[in-house]
């Protein structure tokens, strides 16, 4: 079985790294909070700073009137072996010895005044100390501001309240156990920590009761009725401490002189005399390491079970940022070219309907194509004044015989080329949309995440390849609508002549008269209109196949192919470059790392420590 000592150390240790590693929990418990503590609370003046210093055996906190105490104290106490010296550490200076005491004060002090300034201000950023000493316990205690009912000058009106929150913000945690300071000398129905203890722990499991300053009770009274358990009654026992006196404390009178002396009050006591033997402050400390040498083990299936889960969660979470890359060549290339998959598989689950993004491709030939067909100018292009303009023009000065085929052919022919503006726009519309869908695809990549200049990398070279597909795509829809110029649809017009001659038409001779009248170029404008309606339908199919062949097609079988030749000549330090992740990702992920040896290394000592 393991020792308490052994136990409590092991689990100061954890609650040390935890907090230099910042591990106090984001959503969830965190181990430190986990882990239990002793938080002292109690009103000003109530005595809390000579508990804390006479459980340390040292002269270390600094002293003073109003509000000493504006910041949380998180006090470790490591037990060392006999013979070794004493000395403090610091959180904010990791690698400072202090072994002069007095030197600790001033550090606490000036450390406080760092944060809060040379105010009554009070913060709720702790102060983190560990005291090495042969003469301690092992113990984690937490000295918080001291509970107060008015604010005095210099403070703001809410400091009640602020310090209040501050102290509930500790003792409300299930694994608290609370060292609630009351003065002998002040009626305990009064004790702002008793009060605030049967608030957030009505059972009493949690709460110490500690009565100081028996030696300053008016004489002929005494405090047997709470230290009996007949005024307050607690499910520990009350624990009566005897501080130094103002006198001791300004002669520098060594602690454990002091500590001395109160156990000679106590056994010398007609009062207390019976209860010597579980008064004190050596006292209080064994019972506290006692205590929580037991909370210790009845919480560790709990505790594994929350390193476990962590654990697990710090995998997790090491995965999806990914592990540390190889450093040989062939590693590079094949991180490079899983990335490069890993981003193509996204990008082609957009356009295939497995993400958001391809709808919008469908959307252009659908809506922005027909809709810009629509708009062409055609009513004002064949329009009778300029159908009689282009038709007479293309005459010269040979008027036509039979019918105006060079004015048909110019009218088709000028008619066919607005289709260019709407085939262009088409693919510049199905380019941005491939472009959008590019970006979102790097951006939704989790592999790609940590490697920015990858993440350029491949965006330049898909962006590259978007444009000559677009290119491509350019050159074919306009290939398609000047094929529609380059070859006419005779059967149309033979169609459109043949009709006319079934038609039995008593006035032919004074049609041939009237070749020039205004509706013999109605009639040729209407036959244009008619025939330019045709290849209107056609191009509205066409062109939508051409550019899906030369650019949906094409980026969804050859995005990155040019990139993967480039890639594949690239000499080692070229590919290590690309590699290059983001520092914040880097630090995160040792951040991680970090915190996962913190709990496979709690979670085995603990193992063995609890059940050896």
């Known amino acids: 079985m393991a020792t308490m000592e052994s136990l409590i150390g092991l689990v100061n240790r954890i609650q040390r790294a935890c907090t230099v590693l910042g591990d106090h929990g984001g959503e969830g418990m965190s181990l430190w909070e986990a882990l239990p503590s002793v938080a002292v609370v109690g009103g000003q003046s109530s005595g809390k700073s000579s508990v804390l210093e006479s459980v340390v055996g040292r002269d270390f906190l600094p002293r003073g009137s109003g509000i000493v105490t ?113 003065p002998a000398n002040q009626d305990i129905a009064t004790s702002d920590a008793i009060k605030l203890a049967r608030e957030v722990d ?30 307050y009654r607690l499910q520990h026992p009350w624990v009566g401490i005897v501080n130094r006196s103002q006198a001791d404390i300004n002669k520098n009178v060594d602690m454990i002189i002091a500590r001395k002396k109160e156990r000679e009050y106590f056994e010398t006591s007609p009062e207390y005399g019976h209860l ?13 390491s006692q205590h929580l040498e037991r909370v210790i083990r009845q919480r560790i299936p709990s505790i594994i079970a929350l390193i476990n889960k962590t654990i697990d969660e710090l995998n997790a979470e090491l995965d999806r940022i990914g592990r ?35 709808d919008r491709i469908y959307g252009v030939f659908d809506h922005q194509l027909p809709a810009a067909l629509k708009k062409l100018p055609f009513d004002r292009h064949l329009s009778l004044k300029n159908v009689q303009k282009v038709v007479s023009e293309a005459d010269g000065y040979q008027p036509h015989l039979i019918a105006p085929e060079q004015g048909y052919r110019r009218l088709i022919d ?34 790609l995440k940590r490697f920015p200049t990858l ?49 039995p038409n008593p006035n032919a001779a004074s049609q041939n008269a009237d070749r020039y009248t205004d509706n013999h170029f109605r009639r040729i404008g209407s036959n244009v209109s008619s025939y330019i309606g045709m290849v209107c339908e056609t191009l509205k199919n066409s062109i939508p196949k051409a550019v899906v062949y030369c650019q949906v097609r094409e980026a969804k079988r050859s995005l990155l192919n040019h990139f993967y030749v480039q890639v594949g000549k690239r000499e080692k330090e070229r590919l290590g470059a690309m590699l290059d992740e983001d520092p914040a990702l880097m630090e995160r992920r040792t951040t991680i790392a970090k915190r996962l040896e913190l709990y496979k290394s709690a979670r085995d000592e603990i193992d063995s420590v609890a059940w050896k």
Do not use: W
């Not at 499991?205 to 002929?220: A, H, I, P, Q, S």
């Open 324 to 358: 540390p890359i190889a450093v040989d060549s062939g590693a590079q290339l094949y991180t490079i070219l899983e990335m490069c998959r890993a981003f193509d598989r996204v990008f082609k689950e957009h356009l295939d309907g497995g993400r958001p993004g391809g």
């Open 202 to 231: 009505p059972s009493g499991e949690r709460t110490f009761g500690v009565l100081t300053k028996l030696d300053l009770m008016d004489r002929g009274t005494n405090a047997l009725d709470v230290l009996e358990g007949r005024a």
């Open 455 to 503: 993440q350029s990398d491949i965006a330049a070279a898909a962006t590259e390849a978007l444009e000559r597909f677009r290119d491509e795509s350019r050159k074919t829809v306009l290939r398609l609508v000047d094929m529609e110029s380059s070859y006419l649809t005779v059967e149309f017009f033979r169609k459109l002549h043949t009709e006319s001659d079934k038609v």
């Open 70 to 182: 504006r910041r949380p104290l998180v006090l470790q106490l490591h037990k060392t072996e006999e013979g070794r010296s004493e000395y403090a550490e610091f959180l904010h200076a990791p690698k400072k010895k202090f072994a002069d005491f007095a030197s600790v004060r001033k550090e606490i002090s000036d450390e406080t005044d760092r944060i809060t300034g040379k105010s009554k201000q009070i913060s709720n950023v702790p102060i983190h100390l560990s005291i090495y000493s042969p003469n301690v316990v092992n113990l984690t205690l937490i000295d918080l501001p001291g509970l107060t009912k008015v604010a005095v000058e210099g403070q703001p009106e809410s400091i009640v309240e602020d310090i209040e929150n501050m102290v509930r913000s500790y003792v409300e945690k299930p694994n608290c156990i609370i060292l609630a300071i009351s």
């Open 414 to 447: 000028s008619s066919i080329s607005y289709f260019k503006g709407p085939a262009e726009a088409s693919v510049d519309a199905v380019h941005f949309v491939l472009k959008e869908l590019v970006r979102k695809s790097i951006a939704e990549t989790e592999e």
């Open 276 to 288: 010597a033997h579980k008064m004190g402050s050596e006292y209080l400390a064994k019972l506290l």
